[in-house]
């Protein structure tokens, strides 16, 4: 069944000066008999554009095998649009990181009013796929974050989304005031993906990605087409996270890619001086492990994260 006829539903509409207004909006694909529903939501960040192509990849692909579908997938493919037309990682005009806002309240300011329509539209959701890039500095390997708490509900299925890396964070760092944070807490199993980095789409991250989409769709009951088969990524439980940043200022030029395995004191990049053409830094692993964060934008200053290592297991190998 080809030229599916485009479901378009507006989530929220505040309006702005000039007569325009403020607009977000979700594509719904249905077909069958089955309620369940699977949400991919992406944009919160303007500058994480990675999501944008995983939308049309999945929204394209249903579209032309609807008949394949048994169930309700929604797209949300930019909760900040503004942001996303202006480049602008936050909310321009009030410089605000839209994903520090939730739940917001319907009484609110226009942000608040906007994440608390977002909210509400989402709540219902089996499951609900929250995409992010890392931002313009930090490249990321495929991988999921979720909290300790919702680690027993989550990490069944983000063992089926093909990412690379599951991080399990201590419940202090994820802050309450996220899409996710909210979701989970509310009974919506969310799964936060960071994948690539800011102001780039990753073709071969989104294709990954992708595959995991649909094998989730596929466990779910949701999609009876054909799937790929997807890794086994390797889990954080247990294992503490090496955090690498420059003493130095310069340039950063690494000689390690990320999901590179490494031991205590191995050389990973130099910082150097291009006035003095001198190494002014020669960067080394913190601990034995495997790097899955990397630095993109190569001007750093002292304290400037480089990377991130995953520790080895007491064992010495990769939880899987």
């Known amino acids: 069944m080809k030229g599916v006829v485009p479901m378009v539903e507006t989530v929220a509409s505040i309006p702005l000066a000039v007569n325009e207004n403020l607009n977000i909006q979700k594509r719904r694909l249905k077909h069958g008999k089955s309620k369940t529903r699977l949400s991919l939501v992406t944009g919160t960040h303007g ?3 990675e999501g944008q192509y995983l939308a049309y990849m999945i929204g394209s692909y249903i579209n032309d095998n609807i008949e394949q579908l048994n169930g309700i997938v929604d797209i949300y493919p930019a909760l900040n649009p503004m942001g996303i037309d202006s480049i602008t990682r936050g909310l321009p005009m009030f410089d605000l990181d839209m994903n520090r806002v ?60 093909n990412v690379d890396f599951v991080w399990i964070h201590e419940s202090a760092t994820v802050l309450e005031s996220t899409l996710a944070h909210t979701l989970n807490s509310r009974g919506t199993k969310t799964l936060v993906v960071e994948m690539g980095v800011g102001m780039r789409i990753t073709k071969e991250y989104c294709k990954q990605l992708y595959d995991g989409v649909f094998n989730l769709m596929k466990e779910l009951g949701m999609w ?31 000689c390690a890619n990320f999901g590179d395995n490494v031991k205590l004191g191995d050389h990973i990049g130099d910082v150097v001086d291009p006035l003095t053409s001198k190494v002014v830094e020669k960067v080394l692993a913190v601990c034995d492990g495997m790097i899955f964060t990397m630095r993109e934008y190569p001007v750093v200053y002292g304290g400037s994260l480089l990377a991130r290592i995953l520790k080895m297991s007491q064992n010495g190998g990769d939880t899987q």
């Open 224 to 254: 009876s087409g054909e799937t790929a088969d997807v890794r086994e990524p390797i889990i954080s439980e247990g294992r503490e996270v090496g955090f690498v940043n420059s003493d130095a200022a310069g340039i950063f030029v690494p």
């Open 47 to 49: 500058d994480e554009l």
């Open 102 to 161: 939730f739940p917001g309240t319907k009484d609110g300011t226009m942000v608040e009013v906007i994440c608390s329509s977002i909210i509400d539209d989402l709540i219902g959701s089996d499951v609900c796929v929250d995409v992010h890039s890392s931002n313009i500095f930090l490249k990321e390997m495929p991988q999921i974050r979720m909290s300790i708490p919702t680690a027993p509900t989550l990490l069944p299925y983000a063992k089926m989304m």
